[in-house]
């Protein structure tokens, strides 16, 4: 039986003992009686209605926790690209916006240099083996630039990376040391800077890829 109904007909047998109680003994001795025993089953119903709240608690905390971990793993998971381990694009379009931001505030520059392998043989080479030489591109680009740079994968074989505090001919510093390193594929590169561009930080990337591209159809005509 539910509690509440329990409570309900514990006190409506108390009153009907009572009563029986005061026709045969007295009804001081009887309301007496009642009113303790009445008493004490509020008393265990407050305790009843206490002790699953308090037993949820711990429960819904932990519950939430739970849930806040699992949010927070899933968003580690998401920011990366699983196969070269380098950021995604979405994340590092978001954090362009921030260091925008920052460079505005203090009259930084920011490079965004887009890195695209020209030459890439597969040849004989499994999916997997593909998979695994693509993220050691990715590595050794990541290598190159300094700690508080970004890198991000954009597609196999080609890097997004934020320069922060970096000007145009820092950059083109950072492109030779790149190329210079990923020889083997011989790498175009393009590059775009903020605030000079003068387009939306996360347009940025795009712009980049755009004048590698450019200069690769280049590399193609001469």
Sequence with gaps: MPKPYLFVAIVAL?????????????????????????????LMWLKWVAMPVEAAVPATTDKVLNLMERSNEQRRVSMRDESTGLLNRWYLEKRLDEESARCK???YSMSVVVLKAAIVNTQGVSAEGWQVESATAAYRCAQVVRNVDLSASLAPFEFALCLVHCDGE??????DRLTAELS???????????????????AMIELARVRSRK???AQLGA
Excluded: H, N
């Design 14 to 42: 108390s009153v009907v003992a009572g009563g029986l109680a005061g026709a045969a003994f007295g009804w001081m001795l009887a309301v007496a009686t009642t009113v303790g025993f009445v008493g004490a089953q509020v």
């Design 170 to 175: 820092g950059a083109q510093r950072a492109i």
């Design 215 to 217: 200069v690769q159809q």
């Design 184 to 202: 083997e594929y011989e790498c175009t590169a393009g590059v775009s800077v903020f605030p000079e561009d003068d387009c939306q930080p996360k």
């Design 105 to 107: 505030r203090y009259g």
